[in-house]
């Protein structure tokens, strides 16, 4: 991508926890894990900024690793849709 003289991608941002397109067999799991489907987990928009760069598409899902003092990293879980 292409960016402007001391720009910093949002992705790239130090307070952007890391974000990741998870394959359709852990996805699969994580959706019998908790018991539900993928449109009852919490959305995230395809175009968000957080998100850019990725390739992600509607439909896919992402694993976000937040860094918590008390677990040493916590995972969330977002559905892709469309605006």
Excluded: W
């Amino acid at each position: 991508m292409a960016t402007k003289k001391n720009q910093i991608l949002v992705p790239d941002h130090v307070y952007v926890p890391k974000h990741e397109i998870m394959s359709k067999k852990e996805a699969e799991e994580v959706l019998k894990k908790y018991n539900c489907k993928p449109t009852e987990l919490p959305l995230i928009f395809v175009n968000d900024p957080a998100i850019l760069g990725l390739g992600v598409k509607p439909g896919d899902m992402i694993k976000i690793t937040r860094k918590s003092p008390t677990a040493g990293q916590s995972l969330y879980f977002r559905y892709v849709v469309e605006i």
